[in-house]
């Protein structure tokens, strides 16, 4: 085991961009309902963002906002910098729907195209990721 960060006590992420304390209950917050453009982001610092081997678990709730997109991207194994970027993004939204895509220096591939599933909960009800 090379990192169990149980959001209580290491606090290792900081939010940018957060409308909300980045840590509550042990849980980290990310909300980005505030922004009109952009979005709320975090990363794990050095020497932990270079892990090979790694788990990320969590849990996703969107918040009804009116005449906004809810959506949510984790990603991993990121390189290089923001716009030449190079990395894998597993995407889903508060209407059911997932994706997984691939950034390799800058250009965007598909993996899995945009589509429903019945797994991913719709709404504003909780979602669960590993």
């Not at 963002?49 to 918040?63: A, K, M, R, T």
């Not at 990603?75 to 997984?100: C, H, L, M």
């Amino acid at each position: 085991l090379i990192l169990e960060d149980d959001m209580r006590k290491q606090k290792y992420l900081s939010a940018s961009n957060n409308r909300v304390e980045d840590y509550s209950g042990g849980k980290l917050h990310m909300d980005g309902t505030h922004k009109k453009a952009g979005h709320v982001y975090c990363y794990y610092p050095t020497p932990y963002d270079n892990l090979e081997n790694f788990i990320i678990e969590g849990e996703v709730e969107f918040q009804k906002v009116e005449a906004k997109y809810n959506r949510v991207s984790v990603i991993v194994r990121e390189e290089g910098s923001y716009t030449s970027s190079s990395n894998y993004s597993f995407f889903w939204n508060d209407e059911g729907k997932y994706a997984v895509y691939r950034y390799l220096v800058g250009n965007f591939f598909t993996i899995v195209n945009l589509q429903s599933s019945p797994v991913i909960n719709r709404g504003n009800s909780k979602n669960t990721f590993r």
